[in-house]
């Protein structure tokens, strides 16, 4: 299993930024892929970025690019999302997530517990 533990939420201006972090334990040595998702109030769950472990390839929601930059330290165990230019609309609970070798699933299978961030107009 892995462990995922999120954090750097919080509250900010429109044209703020943020780095949210996310560190990983347990079987790292498992880890495909590591992704960023949100969820805003009443709205469903979309991806937001996703970064290869092996390699560091990143991958975007087409809104987001330009803004969000998803990066790791592999050696750390740490996956990061610069956020800047902030948007009132950015605002939602930021999870990260694991895909792994031999996973219960296909796909995202480990998620961490969440940071909420806020951007205030």
């Known amino acids: 299993q892995v462990q995922l533990v999120e954090s750097g939420g919080g509250l900010v201006q429109a044209g703020g930024s943020l780095r949210l972090s996310c560190a990983a334990s347990?079987?790292?040595?498992?880890?495909?892929?590591m992704g960023w998702f949100r969820q805003a109030p009443g709205k469903e769950r979309e991806f937001v970025a996703g970064v290869r472990w092996s390699g560091g390839f990143t991958f975007y929601a087409d809104s987001l690019k330009g803004r969000f930059t998803a990066s790791k330290d592999n050696v750390k165990s740490m996956v990061y999302l610069q956020m800047n230019n902030l948007k009132p609309e950015d605002t939602a609970v930021y999870y990260c997530a694991a895909d792994v070798h031999g996973g219960p699933s296909i796909g995202y299978n480990y998620w961490g517990q969440g940071t909420q961030v806020t951007v205030s107009s």
């Open positions: 347990g079987r790292t040595f498992s880890i495909i892929t």
